[in-house]
């Protein structure tokens, strides 16, 4: 869990920490960035070096669990859903959650991570659903 890594940071005294979070939607083959809902329609590009970006998103820092919590559900509000026979609040696109950590040393090093939890848009048999 994030408690986990923020428990983690807080036992490592030799190193100093940063934790970011970006979180996007795709919906009808668009791209929302669900920490800020005025940005929509975002573009995906490839980098030089092969990574995916998304110019644009919102990459908030964090500072404990309970900020990124709030955060968390914030943004988790603004994800589209709708309701289907199987399921009240069914997804209604794929979400991206990009957890970023950067370890600094004393002497300056700097060591970068990102983990990315995908949650995929609802997978119901359609005859189920009543959609369809």
């Known amino acids: 869990t994030i408690s986990h890594l923020f428990e983690a940071i807080e036992s490592d005294s030799e190193h100093s920490y940063t934790l970011s979070i970006s979180y996007l939607e795709v919906y009808k083959e668009k791209v929302f960035d669900l920490l800020d809902t005025s940005k929509q329609d975002l573009?995906?590009?490839?980098?030089?070096r092969g990574q995916i970006v998304v110019p644009g998103l919102?990459?908030?820092?964090?500072k404990d669990a309970s900020h990124f919590d709030e955060m968390f559900q914030a943004a988790l509000a603004n994800r589209q859903v709708a309701a289907t026979d199987l399921n009240q609040r069914s997804?209604?696109?794929?979400?991206?959650?990009?957890?970023?950590?950067?370890?600094?040393?004393?002497?300056?090093?700097s060591v970068?991570?990102?983990?990315?939890?995908?949650?995929?848009?609802?997978?119901?048999d359609n005859r189920r659903t009543g959609n369809g």
């Open 43 to 48: 573009p995906i590009r490839e980098a030089a």
């Open 58 to 62: 919102t990459e908030q820092p964090v």
């Open 91 to 109: 997804s209604r696109s794929h979400a991206v959650l990009t957890v970023k950590v950067v370890r600094k040393t004393v002497a300056g090093k």
């Open 112 to 124: 970068r991570g990102k983990l990315h939890l995908i949650d995929l848009a609802g997978s119901e």
